[in-house]
T-cell receptor, first 112, second 113 residues
Framework: DAKTTQPNSMESNEEEPVHLPCNHS???????IHWYRQLPSQGPEYVIH???SNVNNRMASLAIAEDRKSSTLILHRATLRDAAVYYC?????????????FGQGTILTVHP | NAGVTQTPKFQVLKTGQSMTLQCAQD?????MSWYRQDPGMGLRLIHY???????DQGEVPNGYNVSRSTTEDFPLRLLSAAPSQTSVYFC????????????FGPGTRLTVT
């Protein structure tokens, strides 16, 4: 399975933008880039996913490099509720199940 | 929609006991899976299913059984509990594979003494 590399931790101030990087140099052509986050004592929560083009939704934006070997999750205005562990995951497309392989993730701390 | 539900929320077992963790979803999703999360770690895939009657092993399947007789339910059975199975267990479902988002349940916290 293709792996991802994320910083162990990042910090931000409330109401400032946050850019969470992810490297996935061994990504294959059918791999989707998924982001999930996990708040303390909760199950993971879907944030966003994309294949080749940048994606926006109500929670965040996903910027994908042209060669797809890296991506960045953008939280436009961080709030205290955004403090969580953020996981960048590659999920196989095609006809396979597409299991999610979770790494260590990035612990995001948001300061008031 | 209730989404993905799991029961029980908490469970304590003695070594050697067996039990079933229940998982249900009301979104008509074909894909369902079980993960475990040990303290300070990411999630690891135990078993998954791509539809009723079809199951397969994930990364850490030993000591666990699953079956999928309906689209809605995907129970996880611990055959003979061991302290190494102390963990938080999450069930998830999705409409399809790679391009689909996964929905996770709230988790079951299991302690084996």
């Amino acid at each position: 399975d293709a792996k991802t590399t994320q910083p162990n931790s990042m910090e931000s101030n409330e109401e400032e933008p946050v850019h969470l990087p992810c490297n996935h140099s061994t990504i294959s052509g059918t791999d989707y880039i998924h982001w999930y986050r996990q708040l303390p004592s909760q199950g993971p929560e879907y944030v966003i996913h994309g294949l080749t083009s940048n994606v926006n939704n109500r929670m965040a934006s996903l910027a994908i490099a042209e060669d797809r070997k890296s991506s960045t999750l953008i939280l436009h205005r961080a709030t205290l509720r955004d403090a969580a562990v953020y996981y960048c995951i590659l999920r196989s497309g095609g006809t396979s199940y597409g299991k999610l392989t979770f790494g260590q993730g990035t612990i995001l701390t948001v300061h008031p | 929609n209730a989404g993905v539900t799991q029961t029980p929320k908490f469970q304590v077992l003695k070594t050697g006991q067996s039990m079933t963790l229940q998982c249900a979803q009301d979104m008509n999703h074909e894909y369902m899976s079980w993960y475990r999360q040990d303290p300070g770690m990411g999630l690891r895939l135990i078993h998954y299913s791509v539809g009723a009657g079809i199951t397969d092993q994930g990364e850490v399947p030993n000591g666990y059984n699953v079956s999928r007789s309906t689209t809605e339910d995907f129970p996880l059975r611990l055959l003979s509990a061991a302290p190494s199975q102390t963990s938080v267990y999450f069930c998830a479902s999705s409409y399809g594979g790679g391009g689909s988002e996964q929905y996770f349940g709230p988790g079951t916290r299991l302690t084996v003494t």
